[in-house]
């Protein structure tokens, strides 16, 4: 399965618990994934194990996306824009 499956079912899954997202749940949401960032810099930084590491690492990538659906935001083509110009930086540094 790929990316995309992944934010599709955290996109249902997120429709199926209340009213869509808009611009004004940004705000909420960015401050959940303050929160998720914090626990996952905790579980790495005082060696939980891998299990809980993996928890974190999948709870910051769910309130991501919503953050992001939040903003209207299509991730599959704000990931392909960015590797451009990632190769591209990379290119001009002659990586």
């Known amino acids: 399965m ?3 499956y992944y934010i599709n079912e955290i ?6 618990r209340g009213p869509p997202l808009t611009d004004e749940d940004t705000i909420y949401n960015l401050a959940l994934l303050t929160e998720e ?3 996952l810099a905790e579980s790495i930084t ?3 194990p891998i299990e809980n590491i993996k928890e974190e690492i999948a709870d910051v990538f769910v309130t991501f996306v919503i953050v ?4 209207g935001i299509n991730l599959n083509e704000a990931f392909i824009k960015k590797l451009i110009i990632l190769d591209n930086k990379c290119k001009l540094k002659g990586e």
């Open 11 to 16: 996109i249902k899954w997120r429709a199926s």
């Open 2 to 4: 790929d990316l995309d």
């Open 68 to 71: 992001a659906q939040c903003k």
């Open 37 to 39: 960032v914090g626990e």
């Open 46 to 48: 005082k060696d939980f």
